[in-house]
């Protein structure tokens, strides 16, 4: 409840100290928004502690047949202190569930009350309270029985009446609350409260009438708009609410048709079909974790159910295949992940955004492992749909870093930068296609190899044997041994340089690790640290011997 609520209640019990009460009364509890006239009298009664039961004949309090395990008819002392050890146990679970309510702990203070209406079912307030906790709590429904009952026990308590009568008003059933509000004006002609809630029925009814049109004849943004309003009258009408739904649905905006879904769980008993839609909704956006937890809360009602199970069973699927593409990912399992990817799109051939996002697993994982030709294949068809996807325009950058086309990477990579300047990786990324373009001018060891950037060690072994063997100094002889000689010494540094981890990461980097320049004086290329490849010291004459 709201503050002002709550200030507007405490000014009617001020105002109201000294009138007549009909029963007990405690602190004030927090309650609906609508709370009558004669509601808020009835609490203020409640809390002040009068404890009063009309029609006690005698003042003495009826009790059931059995109290406290003595039987009705008996006599003398026994029978008075069978009354009154019953009379004293209500009494004290009613004042316990007054503190507890007092506290706003009401689930507590429902349990006293459980026990109360057990230990003396004759005492209407009991029951209103209770009601009163119900409502607080948002439990309309066993309210209503509690109010029910209270009525049948005091027909003339009207603040019971209109209690229910304002709950049936909420739940949409207009005819039953109508009928209360009439019996409450037929009492008091200028009860203002019914008098308006009975007009209000009366609008309510037409404006019903007029949004199911529109809804039926596809005018969904006006009737969304006037469901909206008659939803602030009857919040507990579910057709109201699944109406709604359907025309968020029809317009696209699932989310919304899900908020409005989600309350009708509660509303309908074995609400089945909500879950499943709101499951399938979530399916629809993309959100197949969601989806498996509504579906689930079905298969809670009915573990057979013949929409529920089989869509179950196809989302569990889903999910799992999405959680280990992400891991095959993550833990650079290539040839994992391009096989999980394979299996979403089999099992999921119509939802683009699970496509998309089996192709953007085939996007990365093909430009990770070295696939150039099927990695290009699969980010240009995301991005001739989704020009801006991030992590398309990253991976393809990256296919062009592996293909040595420097420029076309870089122009990827600025799209991202503009796109989202934060992104670290496209701010590296850029920063390395930049020192990789410059580099390319300079020595390239993958070119001296001709191997791709995306060669493995074995790879790089290899084609350094066979360019070995072919420019070894010893099978040349004047100018072409000085050519030969060059040659091997760029073959050799080439080898060096990618076969070691961490120069390789180096040079992958933009850094040639084996410029002086570039290294600051920390060390020179191999050459300069006395290591010849020609293997006898310098000048002419010398006999190569070179182990492969």
């Given amino acids: 409840m709201s503050t002002s609520s709550l200030i507007v209640i405490k000014s009617t019990m001020r105002k109201n100290k000294h009138k007549s009460c009909p029963e007990d009364s405690q602190q004030p509890l927090k309650s609906h928004k609508t709370l009558t006239k004669e509601f808020i009298m009835a609490l203020h009664?409640?809390?002040?502690g009068v404890n009063r039961v009309k029609g006690r004949k005698g003042g003495e309090r009826r009790v059931r047949e059995k109290v406290g395990g003595r039987e009705r008819g008996k006599r003398g002392g026994r029978?008075?202190?069978?009354?009154e050890g019953a009379s004293s146990e209500v009494e004290q679970h009613l004042e316990l569930g007054k503190k507890l309510l007092a506290a706003g702990q009401l689930a507590d203070a429902l349990q006293h009350y459980h026990a109360a209406v057990d230990g003396d079912p004759s005492?209407?307030?009991t029951y209103f309270r209770r009601a009163t906790v119900y409502l607080a709590l948002g439990k309309s429904k066993s309210a209503l029985p509690d109010l029910q009952k209270v009525i049948e026990l005091k027909p003339?308590?009207?603040?019971?009446r209109m209690q229910r009568a304002n709950v049936l008003m909420k739940q949409g059933r207009l005819t039953e609350a109508e009928k209360d509000y009439i019996e409450i004006l037929q009492k008091n002609p200028l009860h203002e409260e019914a008098q308006s809630h009975l007009h209000t029925i009366a609008q309510v009814r037409e404006d019903m009438k007029i949004a199911y049109q529109l809804h039926q004849?596809?005018?969904?943004?006006?009737?969304?708009?006037?469901?909206?309003?008659?939803?602030?009258?009857?919040?507990w009408d579910p057709e109201l609410h699944e109406t709604r739904a359907e025309c968020y649905e029809s317009i696209g905006e699932y989310a919304k048709a899900i908020t409005e879904i989600r309350p009708t769980t509660s509303l309908r008993n074995d609400n089945r079909k909500a879950y499943f839609k709101m499951s399938i909704l979530h399916y629809d956006l993309g959100e197949a974790d969601e989806s498996l937890i509504q579906i689930r809360e079905c298969l809670k009602l009915d573990p057979d159910d013949k929409n529920c199970y089989p869509h179950y069973k196809k989302v569990k699927k889903l999910v799992k295949l999405l959680q280990s593409a992400q891991e095959a990912k993550n833990e650079k399992r290539w040839e994992d992940c391009l096989n999980k990817a394979t299996q979403i799109l089999k099992t999921e051939m119509k939802v683009d955004f699970y496509k998309m996002k089996a192709n953007s697993y085939q996007c990365h994982c093909?430009?990770?492992?070295g696939n150039t030709k099927d990695a290009f294949q699969m980010c240009n068809y995301i991005l001739d749909r989704s020009p801006e996807d991030m992590d398309a325009l990253m991976d393809r950058a990256e296919t062009y870093l592996g293909n040595d086309q420097f420029d076309e990477a870089i122009k990827d990579y600025q799209k991202a930068v503009n796109i989202d300047g934060d992104n670290r990786r496209a701010q590296e990324g850029l920063n390395k296609a930049q020192k990789l373009l410059k580099q390319s001018k300079k020595r390239d060891y993958y070119k001296i190899l001709g191997v791709k950037r995306t060669a493995t060690t074995k790879q790089i072994k290899s084609a350094y044997k066979k360019l070995a063997a072919k420019w070894h100094p010893d099978k040349y002889k004047g100018e072409e041994k000085s050519l030969a000689e060059k040659k091997f010494i760029d073959i050799a540094a080439a080898k060096e340089v990618l076969t070691d981890?961490?120069?390789?990461?180096?040079f992958d980097s933009g850094e040639d690790p084996l410029d002086p320049e570039?290294?600051?004086g920390g060390g020179g290329p191999f050459w300069h640290q006395g290591f010849n490849p020609f293997g006898g010291g310098g000048g002419g004459g010398f006999q190569f011997k070179f182990h492969f």
């Fill in 45 to 48: 009664c409640i809390y002040e």
């Fill in 79 to 83: 029978w008075k202190r069978g009354i």
């Fill in 123 to 125: 005492n209407y307030l």
């Fill in 156 to 160: 003339d308590f009207t603040a019971a």
């Fill in 217 to 235: 004849h596809g005018q969904f943004q006006q009737a969304i708009d006037l469901l909206g309003r008659l939803i602030e009258v009857s919040p």
């Fill in 366 to 369: 093909h430009s990770q492992a």
């Fill in 501 to 506: 981890k961490e120069k390789r990461a180096k």
């Fill in 518 to 520: 570039q290294q600051q």
